[in-house]
């Protein structure tokens, strides 16, 4: 299904802006404007994890062309997943502690989840499972 592509590809994108933000902020000004609209309400985090579990979940039930029936976009679908624990985690840990600013598992995850956003985007009918 097409629309769940686009979604995937746009959420896993998003996820890794708000990944790099603590190092690449200083230099891209609009990671520092997506961090503060994603932390303006308390809804935006919750209503991002429930989205990241319906778009892997969707991925999974409903492949684009030539996937499997049953586990189409694994790859997508894992990382979308990776992505929702890790912004579950810190969401359950807030504290007004103060933040590392390069804490390199954070960017080791937005480094893959913007890989496999933009390998997913390029080859979208390559089945990698």
Known sequence: MPQVYFVCVVYLVLASCLLLVDKYGPSMLFLINLQSFYRSRKQYP???????????ASLVLFPMEPGPMVLGDFIPAFTTLVVVFYFLKAYNSRTDAVVSFNDA???????VSLGVATLHFLFP???LI
């Open 46 to 56: 919750v209503i991002f994890i429930i989205l990241g579990v319906v778009v892997a």
């Open 105 to 111: 598992k954070r960017n080791a995850l937005g480094y």
């Open 125 to 127: 009918s390559i089945v």
